[in-house]
C-alpha cells in the first residue's frame, strides 16, 4: 500500500464532491430534525391542551397569575434576536464577515438576556411559593383544581425550551468562533445558516409558549 | 457537471498490476486498529460496529426470555420470584424493543448498504452517524446500569399511576431510553437527507432497491414519532423523581392520556420493526428468484402508506381502557385500512417468485419461514383489530402470540435472512449452506413450538405478565418452553457457524448470488469509499433479464 | 361448536355475547388459516415448480395486471371491513348496558376487587350476581390502573383511577366464574383474582334477603363501614354522603332549582348540556359530573362545582348515584324556600358571586 493510499484512507470520508450538494444536504437535514423537534414539543402542547380543557378556570387563574411584562419584553428580545441572525445569514453571504459576526454575537448576548429575565421570573415564582409539582405554599391558599397542573407545565415547558435557547447559543457561539476564525466565509454561509433556522425555531416555540401561559 | 466522481482519487490511480486478482484494500483491511474502528467515519464500519452492540442486546434479552420461559414450567414459583419475574419481563421487553429491534436493521444493514444501494460514497453526515452509535451506546449503558440499581417492574410500556409511584430504577432506565432514541433521530435524519442529495443522478425514486424504500419509510417515521415518546419519558421520569403529577388522577391528570401520546409513537414504531424487515424480504425474494418485483410500485407505495397510516391507528391499543365507541370504531376501522398495505406486500413477493428461477438458499428458506409467519402474525392482529374480539383477547398471551409472530417470526426473521444474504457483501466470506438451512429449520420450528401455544393460551384467558397462573395452562406452557429452548439452539447455532465463516470461510466472490441490486456491483467486501470507479448502473437493480457482465450466458436467452 | 372451542382452547360460552363473539371468532381464525396457508402454499409450488434450472438463468419481465391488483386491494379491504363492521356491532353491543340492568359498583385495588350493591352490602373478591340478567359495573380504581376480565364472559375492562367507567354482563347460567386483572398492577398482579358467583333466581332472593344461604364465598364484608353488610340501604348511606360532602348545598332532592339542578327526576332524564349536546343522565354521566364536574355542564348553571376526584370512595360514589336513581319520582315540593347561598368562583370576568337559590 502506497503512502498516498495510507493518507486517504485515514481521511474521512466525505461524501460530497461539491458545496452546494453539502449546503442543500445540510439544510434538509436541519428542516428533517426541526420536524422531529416540533413532534417534541408537540406532545406538551397536546398535554396542555388536554389540561386546559379539563380545567379551564385554573388555567385562567395560572394565567392572570403569570409574569405578563417579563414575558413580553422575552417575546421581543427574542424576536429581535431572530432578526439579528437572519441578517447575520445575509451579510455573510454578501462577505461582510465582521458585521456578520457582530450580528450573531449580538443574537447571542440576547440568548443570554432572554435567559436572564427567564431565571428571573423563575426565582420570583419560588418566592411565591410555586414550585413544580404542586409543591409550595402558593398551593396551599388557591387550591382551584388544576392549578398545579398549569404550574407544573409552565416549568415544564419553558424549561424545555430554556434548555433549547441554550443549545441555540451554544451553537451560534461555535458558529461565531467559525467566522471569527475564518472557517466559516460567504461560500460556507450555509453553515451559519442551518444554526440560524434553529435559532428561529427556538424562537417561534416561544410565540407559541407566550400566548398560552401569560395572555390567554 | 456531466458526472458525478464517486470516487475520484481512486479513479485516476494507475491500474493495478497485471494480475487480476490483485486486491486493493477493502474497508476492513484498510487499517485494522482498535482506534480506526472506534473513531470511523466509514457508515460501512459504523454498521459493523451497531451489529455488534445489537447481537449483544438481542443475546442479552434472549436470556431474559429464555429464563421467563424457564419460569413458567410450573403454575407457582419456579425459580426466581415475583419481583424478579416482572423487572425480567421489563427488561426483556426494554431491551428487545428499544435496543435490539427499533435499531436493528436500520442501523446496521440500513447503514452498511443504503449508501452502496443509491450509489453513494458515504451517509450525507458521517460524524452524526459516529455519534448516532456512541449515543446509542450510552443510552444502551445506562438502560443496563438500571439493572444493577433495582432495574424496573412497569412492563416497557410504563403506564401511570403505577410508573409514577414504583419504588425502582425507573428514571435511569428510562433516560436511557431517551437518549436511544436521539440515536434513532440522528440516524433517521442522516438516511432521509442520504437518500435525497446523495443518489447517483442515474437512480431515480423508482429505480432504487426497496430495501432503500423501506428505510427511508422507517427514517420518517423516526424521526416523527419518536420525540413524541421521548418527550411522554421524560414526563414519566419527572413523575417519578420528583412527583410532578403528570396522568394522575388524585390531581386532576388522565392516565388514559399517557396511553394515548405513548402509542402515538408505540405503534408506529412497529412499523419502525417491521418496515426493514420487508425491505430485507422484497431483496432476498428478486435475489433468489432472479426476477423483477411483481409490482415495484406497491411495494414503494405501500411502505410510504404503512409509515403515514400507521400514525392514525394507535387507539387499537385501547379498546378496553375507556375509549368512546366512536373512537374505538374509527381506530378500528384505520387499523384495517393499515393491515391493507402489509397485505399487498405479502401478495408481491409470493406473485414475484412465479416464472422466476428460483435456488432455495438459507435467505430464502429465512423469507419463506418470514411469509408463513408473517401472514399469520400480520392476520391476527387485524384479528385482534376487530373490536369486539380484541375485549376477550387484549393484555392475554393471545397478543404476545400475535407481536411475537410479528417481531421475532418477522422482524427476527427477515434479520437472519439479511445476515445470511449479505454477509459475503459484509465479510468476503461464505458459510456453510448446509448448516445454514439447518438452522434455519430450527428456528422456525422453535419459534413456532414457542408461540404457537401463547395464542391457544390467549384464547382460553391466561393473562399477559402473570407471575402465577392458573394450573389448566400448564401443560401450553411447558410446550412453550421447550419451544424456546430449540429457537435458543438455533441461534446459538447459528453464531457458531457464522464465526467461523468469518475466519475460514472460502471467498465469497464479488457477487455470490448473481445478484442485481447495486450494491453487488463492487467487490466484496467492497472498498473504503464503495466503488472504486463509478459502478455500471446499466442494467437496474432488478432486471434479470439480461445477463450481468462475467455471468454465464445461457445457451438459449429467454425472450 | 363445543369442539371448536376445545380446539382452539377457548373456555366455555357462559354471558350473553359470548356466543356470538364466538362465532366471530372461528370466522376470523378460519380465514386467517386459509389465506396463510393459501399464500405459503403458493410460494411453495412456486418454489419447487419455477426452480432453478441453470446457472445464470434469465426470466423475463412480469408486471401484474390492473385487474389483479384491483381485485386483491378490493379482496383484503372487503374482508378486513367485515371483520371490522361485525366486530364493531357486538362491540357496541357489548359496551351499551341495557335498559334496566342491576347495578354494581367495583372498586379495585392492590390487589383486590371490592363490590358494592345497591342494597348497601359489599363483598371482596366474590361478585354475586343473578343469572339471566343483566349487571352492569360502575368501576374505578383507588390506585393504579388494573382491569376487569372474565374468561367464560369474553368481557374485559379497565379499571382506571380518576374515572367511573360502566360495563356489564349477563351470565347464562348459574356457576362460578374466574375474574383476572389483566392489566399489570404490580408485584401482586398475577394473584388479583376474584369470582363471579352467579346464582338461580331463587338462591339470589334468598342471598338478598342475606339469610345466610348460597356459597360461604358470597357472605358480605361486614367490615367496610357504613352501609356494609345492609345496616342501611345504599340510598340512606347516599343522604348521608349528600349530607357529609355538602352536596346539598347546591343540588335540592325535591324539584327546586339552586345552584346546582335539582337531583329529582334527574336520572334517565334528558339534559341539554351548555354547548348545546345532549345527552341522557345515566350512572357514567353521574359519575363523571362527580369527578369532572365542568366537562359537562348543564344549560343555565354556572360552572361552579368543584371536582371530588379522589374525595369520594366508589361506595360513596354508588351511594350517591342509587339516591339520585331512587329521586327519579320523588315528590314535588314548590313553594320550600331555600337559604340564599354565597358561592363565589372564578369565572372569565374574574371572581363573582354566584345566582344564588331561586326566590319564592
Known amino acids: 500500500m502506497s503512502t498516498v493510499d495510507d493518507a486517504r484512507a485515514l481521511a474521512p470520508a466525505e461524501p460530497f464532491s461539491d458545496g452546494p450538494g453539502q449546503a442543500h444536504a445540510a439544510r434538509l437535514g436541519m428542516w428533517v430534525f426541526l420536524a422531529s423537534e416540533v413532534l417534541l414539543f408537540a406532545a406538551l402542547f397536546t398535554l396542555f391542551a388536554a389540561s386546559r380543557t379539563q380545567h379551564p378556570a385554573a388555567f385562567h387563574e395560572g394565567v392572570a397569575h403569570a409574569k405578563k411584562v417579563l414575558g413580553s419584553i422575552n417575546t421581543a428580545v427574542l424576536l429581535v434576536s431572530s432578526t439579528l441572525v437572519a441578517l447575520a445569514v445575509q451579510v455573510l453571504r454578501r462577505g461582510r464577515t465582521r458585521v456578520a459576526g457582530l450580528l450573531v454575537a449580538g443574537t447571542v448576548v440576547l440568548g443570554g438576556v432572554f435567559l436572564a429575565i427567564k431565571i428571573t421570573e423563575y426565582v420570583e415564582h419560588f418566592g411565591e411559593g410555586i414550585q413544580p409539582g404542586g409543591r409550595g405554599a402558593f398551593f396551599q391558599e388557591h387550591a382551584t383544581r388544576g392549578l398545579a397542573e398549569f404550574w407544573t407545565l409552565y416549568f415544564g415547558m419553558t424549561g424545555l425550551h430554556a434548555v433549547h435557547v441554550v443549545v441555540g447559543m451554544t451553537l451560534l457561539s461555535i458558529a461565531l468562533l467559525g467566522i471569527l476564525t475564518g472557517r466559516i466565509t460567504a461560500p460556507s454561509a450555509h453553515r451559519l445558516e442551518v444554526f440560524a433556522i434553529y435559532w428561529h425555531l427556538v424562537d417561534l416555540v416561544w410565540l407559541f409558549l407566550w400566548p398560552l401561559f401569560y395572555l390567554a | ?178 437518549i436511544v432514541g436521539f440515536s434513532t433521530i ?25 430495501f432503500v424504500w423501506s428505510v427511508y419509510a422507517t427514517s420518517i417515521i423516526q424521526v416523527l414519532a419518536t420525540p413524541v415518546l421521548g418527550m411522554v419519558l421524560l414526563l414519566v421520569v419527572a413523575n417519578n423523581a420528583f412527583s410532578w403529577g403528570f396522568f394522575d388522577p388524585a390531581r386532576g391528570g388522565d392516565p388514559v392520556l399517557y396511553q394515548h401520546l405513548f402509542w402515538f409513537y408505540s405503534h408506529p414504531a412497529v412499523y419502525i420493526m417491521i418496515l426493514p424487515g420487508m425491505g430485507v424480504v422484497s431483496e432476498v425474494v428478486s435475489t433468489f428468484a432472479r426476477k423483477n418485483p411483481y ?90 383489530a376487530t373490536t369486539s374480539l380484541d375485549v376477550h383477547w387484549h393484555d392475554t398471551y393471545f397478543v404476545v402470540a400475535h407481536f411475537h409472530f410479528i417481531m421475532v417470526g418477522g422482524t427476527l426473521t427477515a434479520f437472519l435472512a439479511a445476515i445470511h444474504l449479505w454477509f459475503p457483501k459484509v465479510t468476503g466470506k461464505l458459510y456453510s449452506e448446509r448448516l445454514g438451512m439447518l438452522s434455519a429449520a430450527l428456528v422456525f420450528a422453535g419459534f413456532f413450538v414457542t408461540f404457537f401455544p401463547q395464542f391457544l393460551l390467549g384464547n382460553g384467558g391466561m393473562p399477559r405478565r402473570y407471575f402465577d397462573y392458573p394450573p389448566r395452562f400448564q401443560a401450553l406452557h411447558v410446550v412453550s418452553t421447550v419451544g424456546s429452548w430449540v429457537l435458543g439452539a438455533g441461534l446459538v447455532v447459528t453464531l457458531g457457524y457464522l464465526l467461523h465463516a468469518l475466519f475460514w470461510g472460502a471467498d465469497a466472490g464479488a457477487n455470490p448470488w448473481g445478484s442485481r441490486s447495486f450494491e453487488w456491483r463492487t467487490p466484496s467486501p467492497p472498498p473504503k469509499h464503495n466503488f472504486r470507479e463509478p459502478p455500471d448502473l446499466e442494467l437496474g437493480a432488478y432486471d434479470y433479464t439480461r445477463p450481468l457482465e462475467g455471468e454465464p450466458r445461457e445457451p438459449e436467452a429467454a425472450s | ?327 327519579r319520582d320523588a315528590p314535588e315540593s314548590p313553594g320550600v324556600a331555600l337559604p340564599r347561598l354565597e358561592v363565589r368562583a372564578v369565572t372569565d370576568a374574574g371572581v363573582v358571586p354566584s345566582r344564588g337559590g331561586p326566590s319564592p
Open chain 2, 1 to 178: 457537471m456531466t458526472t458525478l466522481p464517486i470516487a475520484p482519487d481512486v479513479a485516476r490511480e494507475p491500474a493495478p498490476s497485471s494480475s487480476p486478482i490483485v486486491r486493493a484494500p477493502s474497508y476492513l483491511g484498510v487499517d485494522t486498529t482498535l482506534r480506526s474502528w472506534l473513531v470511523t467515519t466509514d457508515h460501512k464500519r459504523i454498521g459493523v460496529l451497531f451489529f455488534v452492540a445489537l447481537a449483544c442486546m438481542l443475546a442479552l434479552g434472549g436470556f431474559f426470555a429464555l429464563a421467563l420461559r424457564l419460569e413458567h414450567l410450573t403454575p407457582e414459583r419456579t425459580l426466581m420470584s415475583a419481583h424478579t419475574y416482572n423487572r425480567m419481563f421489563t427488561l426483556h421487553g426494554v431491551i428487545m424493543v428499544w435496543l435490539f429491534m427499533i435499531p436493528s436493521i436500520p442501523s446496521s444493514f440500513g447503514n452498511f448498504l443504503l449508501p452502496m444501494m443509491i450509489g453513494a460514497r458515504d451517509v450525507a453526515f458521517p460524524r452524526l452517524n459516529l455519534a448516532s452509535f456512541y449515543v446509542y451506546v450510552a443510552g444502551a449503558t445506562l438502560v443496563l446500569l438500571s439493572m444493577f440499581a433495582s432495574a424496573i417492574d412497569t412492563g416497557w410500556t410504563f403506564y401511570p399511576p403505577y410508573s409514577s409511584s414504583t419504588p425502582t430504577a425507573l428514571p435511569l432506565a428510562l433516560l436511557g431510553v431517551f
Open chain 2, 295 to 384: 409490482s415495484y410500485k406497491a411495494i414503494a407505495y405501500s411502505s410510504l402508506g404503512i409509515a403515514f397510516v400507521g400514525f392514525l391507528t394507535w387507539g387499537h391499543h385501547m379498546f378496553v381502557a375507556g375509549m368512546s365507541r366512536f373512537d374505538a370504531g374509527a381506530f378500528g376501522l384505520l387499523s384495517m385500512l393499515v393491515a391493507v398495505f402489509s397485505a399487498i406486500k405479502v401478495f408481491n413477493w409470493t406473485w414475484t417468485l412465479k416464472r422466476g428461477a428460483i435456488r432455495m438458499r438459507t435467505p430464502l428458506l429465512y423469507v419463506f419461514a418470514f411469509l408463513f409467519l408473517f401472514v399469520f402474525g400480520g392476520m391476527t392482529g387485524v384479528a385482534v
Open chain 2, 186 to 210: 440522528m440516524t433517521g435524519v442522516n438516511f432521509i437527507v442520504t437518500t435525497h442529495t446523495l443518489r447517483d443522478r442515474r437512480i431515480g425514486w423508482m429505480q432504487m432497491p426497496l
Open chain 3, 1 to 327: 361448536m363445543d369442539w371448536l372451542r376445545a380446539l382452539l382452547y377457548v373456555p366455555e360460552a357462559a354471558s350473553s355475547v359470548a356466543d356470538r363473539v364466538d362465532a366471530l371468532h372461528v370466522f376470523v381464525i378460519t380465514v386467517t388459516m386459509v389465506m396463510a396457508t393459501y399464500v405459503f402454499g403458493a410460494a411453495a409450488w412456486f418454489a419447487i415448480r419455477f426452480h432453478r434450472r441453470r446457472e445464470g438463468q434469465l426470466t423475463e419481465e412480469l408486471r401484474p395486471s390492473r385487474f389483479h391488483e384491483i381485485a386483491i386491494i378490493s379482496g383484503l379491504t372487503g374482508t378486513f371491513v367485515l371483520w371490522w363492521v361485525l366486530g364493531y356491532e357486538q362491540y357496541v353491543t357489548m359496551t351499551s348496558p341495557p335498559e334496566g340492568a342491576q347495578t354494581v359498583y367495583l372498586e379495585a385495588k392492590q390487589w383486590m376487587w371490592k363490590f358494592t350493591y345497591d342494597d348497601g352490602r359489599s363483598t371482596n373478591d366474590v361478585l354475586v350476581v343473578p343469572a339471566g340478567k343483566p349487571v352492569k359495573l360502575v368501576m374505578s380504581s383507588r390506585d393504579v390502573i388494573h382491569s376487569f376480565f372474565v374468561p367464560q364472559f369474553r368481557m374485559k375492562q379497565d379499571v382506571v383511577p380518576g374515572r367511573f367507567v360502566t360495563t356489564w354482563f349477563e351470565a347464562k347460567a348459574p356457576g362460578e366464574y374466574a375474574i383476572l386483572c389483566a392489566e399489570y398492577c404490580g408485584v401482586s398482579h398475577s394473584r388479583m383474582r376474584g369470582e363471579v358467583v352467579a346464582l338461580s333466581p331463587e338462591a339470589y332472593a334468598s342471598w338478598r334477603r342475606g339469610d345466610g344461604s348460597g356459597p360461604a364465598t358470597t357472605r358480605a364484608d361486614c367490615g367496610g363501614g357504613p352501609g356494609s353488610c345492609g345496616d342501611a340501604d345504599l340510598v340512606t348511606f347516599g343522604r348521608e354522603v349528600a349530607a357529609k360532602r355538602a352536596c346539598v348545598a347546591c343540588h335540592s332532592f325535591d324539584g327546586q332549582r339552586h345552584v346546582g339542578p335539582t337531583w329529582r327526576g334527574l336520572f334517565g332524564a334528558p339534559r341539554t348540556l351548555a354547548g348545546g349536546k345532549r345527552v341522557v343522565a345515566d350512572e357514567a354521566y353521574l359519575t363523571r359530573s362527580m369527578m369532572e364536574p365542568l366537562a359537562d355542564v348543564v344549560d343555565g348553571y354556572p360552572p361552579l362545582m368543584p371536582s371530588y376526584q379522589g374525595q369520594l370512595s366508589a361506595a360513596e360514589t354508588g351511594a350517591l348515584v342509587e339516591l339520585i336513581k331512587s329521586l
